[in-house]
């Protein structure tokens, strides 16, 4: 899965650090975090004012009072002009390299395999459910409408114990 498809959120963090605030600066927070993961893969948020009010959404009048807490407490504007969240840019690190070292080596196991036998075992990989659900099928499993099966075999249903 590539790095920017999932952002690692630690939600009790994320919480404390916004407890007394507003909500309009929590949700511009989120808002502001996620773009800087999903759309800019922690490359730095560009230090103009109206571009960051409106990935916080938020309006013109309340941006004076809370653009300078989201871009002041939680993001940093670093030495190249550009705003940064210095966990999220941590995470993000970790999750290329994890995910550069897991293509890797999914290169280095499949090298050396045609092409026909890759799409071959990815046919009979994609097939295994069904074909394993055919063959229960196809088996002497007791049927949904036979004798009615207890969790407990050693008490009596009431069914059971009207029909003795």
Known sequence: MKPD???????RAFFEAIES???????GYLRAICYYWGHNNCR????NDEAL????RIDRTEWA??????FGQFFELD?????????AYQLWEDTKKKYDAASVGGK????????LERSRLARQAASYPRKRLADLANSKLPSLNSERISKHPTKPT???????
């Open 53 to 56: 009010r409106r990935i916080c």
């Open 79 to 87: 030495g190249d002009g550009l705003w940064h969240q210095h966990r």
């Open 158 to 164: 009431a069914r059971q114990s009207e029909s003795d």
């Open 108 to 115: 280095n196991r499949w090298k050396g395999v045609s092409k």
């Open 5 to 11: 498809a999932y952002m690692p959120f630690y939600f």
């Open 44 to 47: 730095g948020l560009e230090n």
């Open 65 to 70: 009072e809370y653009g300078p807490i989201i």
């Open 21 to 27: 605030l507003p909500e309009t600066v929590g949700l």
